[in-house]
Structures are given as C-alpha cells and as structure tokens.
C-alpha cells in the first residue's frame, strides 16, 4: 500500500534552516510529484511547491522564493524540503503529498502524517 | 489572501444533505474543472475526497458528490452522519502560483 512517512518534530531558532524528509513506499517513486503543504496552528492549508519525482521540476509558492528548496532522492524514494532564514511564522504542521501527476498540478492522492515545525527562540 | 473561497461553517443534523461552496475570485484560478476537495479531522492529515471536480476516488464513500458551475465549485455531502463532522478544504490550479487552497468549512452534525 502506499505510504508516506515523514521524519520527526523539530524545534529551530529563528534565522535557522529545516529540513523534513518524506519517504515514499508501495508505488513507483518517478511516475508521480511530491507536493509539501504547511498549516499554521488553528489556520487552513497552504501549499509550498511541488516537485516533479521523474525529473525533478520543480514550482514554488511565490511568497516562499529563494527560502525554500525542495529535492528528491530516487535512489531512496525519498522528498526532501528544507526551509531557510526560519521565522516565528512558520511554526507549523508540514505534510508531503503524493501528486497523482509528474508533469502538471493535478491533486493530492495520498498524505504524510505531517512533521510538526516549532521555530521558537 | 486565497483566490478561492468558502464558507466559513456549515451545518446539519443527521441523516440530512449539506453543500459547501468554493468560488473562485480571481482569474489567476484557472482550469477549474481541476478542483479537488480535501477532508480533516482535527490533528489529522487531508483526505481525498473528490478530484477533477466530480470524481470520487475508490474507498471514497458515495455520499460524498462533487460538482461545477461556472466559477463555483461545490461538495456536497448526503446522509450527513457524525464522522463527517471535520474541516473540508477546496483545491484548483492557478496560473500563478501551481496550486491554491481554499479558505476551509467546518462543518458540524447538530
């Protein structure tokens, strides 16, 4: 079946860098994108970026340009997202999402169980 | 500031038939016929629950319809029982930004 499990809660300062991975099992990792999807306590979704697991192409969110880099390890079938220059606001609930499409938005067919970010002085 | 909207809450009792809109407010929102809707139980990730508009993927129950009209996007759930009681989010490509999220509805068994 598939799954996708991702690493544990963090704690960061702010100015700090974060990196969540997110390991795919039970598909085959290159036919489909990963998206990564953020909520903020008690706020509704928000989506990051997506990145293309057959040749790593790669769409981000407009405000997150230039602090967010998003990567793939076929070898593991692994995502990775990592967030820079960490704010008090992007404490928050991070999830990698199965993109039913490799090539083109499409929607969200299977979810991480999220990673819980704390970005706290 | 999301390009697509929704009610705030939305309620009924048992047994009953209930609709959440998701309207679009920008032309950025394009391609709608790709919105697909989300459900959350608290502390919990997303669930599919509809895709490409009206299309309910295995596992799915039928109680749960999708569809659209014009710049409105609409869930609707029938036979309202208890474990419907969660967040439920929209979800369209736009030209801009790849994807947008709706604003969310709560949607609550009285």
């Known amino acids: 079946q598939v799954q996708l499990v991702q690493s544990g809660a963090e704690v960061k300062k702010p100015g700090a860098s974060v990196k969540v991975s997110c390991k795919a099992s039970?598909?085959?990792?290159?036919?489909?994108?990963i998206s990564w999807v953020r909520q903020a306590p008690g706020q509704g979704l928000e989506w990051m970026g997506w990145i293309s697991a057959y040749n790593g192409n790669t769409k981000y969110a407009q405000k997150l340009q230039g602090r967010v880099t998003m990567t793939t390890d076929t070898s593991t079938s692994t995502a990775y997202m990592e967030l820079r220059s960490l704010r008090s606001d992007d404490s928050a609930v991070y999830y990698c999402?199965?993109?039913?499409?490799?090539?083109?938005?499409?929607?969200?067919?299977?979810w991480g169980q999220g990673t819980l970010v704390t970005v706290s002085s | 500031q999301s390009a697509l909207t929704q009610p705030a809450s939305v309620s009924g009792s048992p047994g009953q038939s209930i609709t959440i809109s998701c309207s679009r407010t920008?032309?950025?929102?394009?391609?709608?016929?790709?919105v697909s809707w989300y459900q959350q139980h608290p502390g919990k990730a997303p669930k599919l629950m509809i895709y490409?508009?009206?299309k309910r993927p295995s596992g799915v129950s039928n109680r749960f319809s999708g569809s659209r009209s014009g710049n409105t996007a609409s869930l609707t759930i029938s036979g309202l029982q208890a474990e419907d009681e969660a967040e439920y989010y929209c979800?369209?490509?736009?030209?801009?930004?790849?994807?947008?999220f709706g604003t969310g509805t709560k949607v609550t068994v009285l």
């Open positions: 979800c369209s490509y736009a030209i801009s930004n790849f994807y947008v």
């Open positions: 490409e508009a009206s």
């Open positions: 039970g598909y085959t990792f290159t036919s489909y994108g």
């Open positions: 999402a199965r993109d039913e499409s490799a090539y083109y938005p499409y929607y969200f067919d299977y």
């Open positions: 920008s032309s950025d929102v394009g391609i709608y016929n790709l």
